[in-house]
């Protein structure tokens, strides 16, 4: 059998479905045709990891991150604006990006922007929308809407195709190194076959873990407040009252409840940021403890991260605010200042929701 010369790297390509079946599969075929441009210009393959569930990241591609950006795999967000909606689109997106920021290898992140550019804004209050303003994505929403098989479609995937070589060449040539942990810079961390990386990763999740601690309370304060303003305010919006009346009535509401809606969307962004920070710790955790030799030591190390952690009823919590948002949602299609009122406690509950997701992840993992 001849030896084959051709080598293979990896892409993973994160998108909301939705977008797929809008564009008329054209999400597929755009990775597709980008596989066979890579195959053209280089002589070698692009292993794309399109679907997560169907070819299988893996349950645990968490863990297997860091291992892939050390190994210059690529991670594709295509965004339109339904990204930020999907729970796992920006799971994945928050994951790759605190992993690589931590590895010092944010440029193996290369996000496209297939419809919604004029939204992708630094101030958006969206934090993953500002993430992706930061990673300097690439607009294709003219090469999406000309089409697949289109002069504009096949000199734009041409040029991506560069690039994407360009990174690759680039990381295989320096292996990422780390980055800043924390603010308080605690200092580098080892390579994975070196004993004081666990110990490294420890110290991290320890300052992580405190300030996790000062930022629950705080969210837990928030939504407190938050309730006791929908509490004593949704009354004043009540069946038989005119349509003047409604609109003099949701316009007071909202003016009272704009304050605490910002204050959660505040505490709960802050709250999911750290969350992200941790969880790229705790992959690199992963990776260290699955090095172990024996299920024993493994069993002993993963006791040691969880410790005695109990959840608390933040997740309850959380819930029942989502069940109030939904129960307004009908007031906020008749009125805009509503709505603009309660978009912040919307994206706070919803970044909360995505931390205790996470947290509900270590539990499983580590506190079994």
């Known amino acids: ?51 997560r569930e169907s070819i299988g990241w893996g349950d645990d591609w968490r863990s297997q991150i860091d291992g892939e950006l050390k190994n210059a795999a690529i991670f594709m967000p295509v965004i339109t604006m339904q990204y930020f909606n999907r729970p796992a689109c920006r799971d ?19 996000p496209v922007v297939i419809s919604g550019a004029n939204s992708i804004t630094a101030d958006n209050p969206i934090p993953e929308v500002a993430t992706i303003e930061a990673l300097q994505y ?82 837990l304060r928030d939504l407190g407040t938050w309730t006791e303003a929908v509490t004593e305010n949704s009354s004043r919006i009540r069946p038989g009252l005119t349509a003047q009346e409604m609109r003099v009535a949701s316009i007071a509401v909202a003016d009272q409840l704009k304050a605490p809606s910002e204050k959660l969307h505040d505490s709960g962004v802050k709250l999911a940021e750290t969350v992200a920070k941790a969880d790229a710790v705790m992959n690199a955790v992963r990776n260290q403890i699955s090095q172990l030799p024996s299920q024993e030591e493994k069993d002993n190390l993963k006791k040691m991260v969880w410790g005695d952690h109990q959840p608390g009823d933040l997740a309850e919590g959380v819930n029942n605010m989502a069940g109030i948002l939904n129960s307004m949602a009908s007031v906020e299609v008749m009125s805009a200042p509503m709505r603009k009122s309660l978009k912040p406690a919307r994206i706070g509950i919803s970044k909360i929701q995505d931390a205790m997701r996470t947290v509900d992840l270590w539990g499983k993992e580590f506190g079994s």
């Open 92 to 110: 994945e997106l928050n994951a790759f990006n605190q992993s690589a920021k931590r590895l010092g290898a944010q440029y193996l992140i290369l």
């Open 138 to 219: 690439r607009n294709l929403e003219d090469v999406f809407l000309a089409g697949q098989g289109t002069p504009e479609w096949r000199k734009a995937l041409a040029s991506l195709t560069d690039e994407l070589i360009s990174l690759i060449s680039r990381a295989e040539i320096a292996t990422p190194e780390a980055g800043p942990k924390h603010p308080s810079d605690v200092g580098p961390i080892g390579t994975p076959d070196d004993d004081s990386d666990f110990l490294s990763s420890m110290a991290e999740l320890e300052i992580l873990s405190a300030d996790l601690t000062q930022e629950l309370d705080q969210v």
């Open 1 to 51: 059998m001849d030896a084959k010369i051709s080598q293979s790297n990896r892409l993973f390509v994160s998108y909301a479905h939705a977008d797929n079946k809008l564009f008329d599969d054209a999400v597929r075929s755009f990775s597709d045709d980008l596989k066979g441009f890579y195959a053209a210009k280089t002589g070698n393959d692009l292993s794309v990891f399109f679907d």
